[in-house]
Every structure is written in C-alpha cells, then in structure tokens.
C-alpha cells in the first residue's frame, strides 16, 4: 500500500514554483540570473487535496522537491510560518532524502533529517523550509489546519539563519 494517495489526481489545486519566483531567496543572485538567462527551472510542484479553508479541516499537500543546486546551494522551499493561530505541521517524508529547517520568530533554529516514512514536527509559532540535499525527487505529505493562511513575508525580509550548500561531502 502506497502511504500517499495518487499525488496527480484528484487534486484540488497544483503550484508550480519555478527558479524566477524563487530568486530572492538564493544567496547567488549571479546563479540565479545566469540560469534564468538560458531557462526558468521548476523548482517544486505542491499538490493540494480540496478541502475547506477553515479550522476543523486539514490542509493535504504532497510536494515534489526536484533536485538541483543555484550556485552551490541546495534547492528548496521558499519556507514560511503560519499565521493564526501560528498552527503546527507534521511532515511526512515518501520519496527521497533532505533536511527540513525549521525557525521561530526568535530567530531559533533546528534541523531534521527528511526520508521516506519519517516524520518532522514543525510546532506551532516555527516556519519550515525543506531542502533537498539528494540527486532525486524529494516528495513529502504535509498536514496541518486548513485555516493556517502562510506568511511568506517574515522569510522573504530575514530568511533562515542556515542555508544548505554543497561542499562535496
Ligand atoms: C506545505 C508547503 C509546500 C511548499 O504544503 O506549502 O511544501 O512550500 P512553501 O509553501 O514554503 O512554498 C506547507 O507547509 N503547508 O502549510
Ligand atoms: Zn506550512
């Protein structure tokens, strides 16, 4: 039995970020540019089941992190807290192997190993970025409320204290 359902169908919604809407958060802005001057790589796909956007529902993403590197850092997710009321999330890994960072609004900072069947606590009031440090798909199922609503912005201004590079090892 496959742990996660058919991630193509039935979805409710599906985002596609590509390296252009991700180009602030790498540090090598030449990376970026001398990418993107020859293509616009998808970086990762989410796929959401349909449910409603409120409290006593739970969000039910499955996200395909494709492998890859700007510069010498690792692809990721753009990361992001939650807002009201800063609500938790269990990510489950299916495919795959990476690092979830996980940050508070002080600044804290943890790391946990993602794989198949593992599973990483994001508790309430931390943000959470998945890298994928593999040479293949990184896929994982994340759970939390319906209601969460995501703030992007907090990243976007201070980023995570930690950035995954590859340094041969
Ligand atoms: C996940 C994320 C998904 C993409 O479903 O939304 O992995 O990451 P970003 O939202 O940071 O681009 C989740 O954490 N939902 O709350
Ligand atoms: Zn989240």
Redesign the pocket.
Known sequence: MTMVPNIKEPYGKK?C?RLSDLKEYFADRKAVEDILSRDDPVI?E?Y?HPVPPEGEHL?F???V?LPGKVGDEFHF????F?FEPDAA?V?IGVEGAGIVLLQNRAGELRQEQLEASAAVY?PPGWA???VNTSNRNLV?L?V?RAD?G?D?ET?IAKGFARRVVDKGD
């Not at 997710?77 to 992001?80: D, E, L, Q, S, V």
């Open positions: 985002t970020r990762y989410v959401e969000i993403a499955t996200t992190l997710t753009k990361g992001h939650h999330e990510i994001s959470h970025r998945v994982f994340s939390c969460v995501h992007y990243i």
